[in-house]
């Protein structure tokens, strides 16, 4: 188990471990508390009975474990059969580069959406130290030149113009609004998931298709 400050609240990760107080269901329905994700890079199906929203920070190494070791699970079992419909929202806060790896994630969406998941897996791929400034313009270009599809110049160009900074801003409102404490911070159907393991998840999502079905 990890601890992190963010901001000024102490907050409990457990990407990787089991943390079995938060895996514990109660039969009672909670209401279905949407987040607004318009213009968020969305997979699954529009009329997807459960809604999972991430709040990622590419520089946050508890992301990248949840990315490589979670995320492959929660898609190929509910976002790929049509439960889930899963949005990535950016919370930028580990440091300047943090900012400028979410705009670049920004600009390819706003190319090829598709290709945004591709950038992802690759950018946490090569994350580098989290005290280090490692997500430059140009380190970004490279990892993105090696995904075919996306305009390596036309990003470099949003990056230095700031094209997207208005979004990366609005989705930290958008995390403001709903407390988010941390990242990687997970909501289904508007509720926070306490345990962020594979199985803490998908309870939560069980437990939310259940209540869709009745």
Known sequence: MKFRLFPSLLVLTTIGGAFSAGLLLTKRSEPFRPINITGQPTLGEADAPVQVVVFEDFKCPFCARYEHDVFPQLKSRYIDTGKVRYSFVNLAFLGPDSITAAQAGECVNKQE??????????????????????????????????????????????????????DVTADQKLAEHHD???????????????????????????????????
């Open 113 to 166: 959406s598709r290709l945004f998941w591709d950038f992802v897996e690759k950018v946490y791929h090569h994350q580098g130290n989290e005290t280090t400034i490692w997500a430059t313009p140009d380190s970004l270009g490279e990892l993105a030149a090696t995904i075919p599809g996306i305009e390596v110049s036309e990003l470099r160009s949003c990056l230095l113009q700031h094209t997207f900074a208005q």
């Open 180 to 214: 988010v404490r941390g990242t990687p911070e997970i909501y289904v159907n508007g509720i926070r998931v306490t345990a962020k393991t594979t199985e803490g998840i998908s309870n939560m999502i069980e437990l939310a298709l259940q209540s869709s079905y009745r």
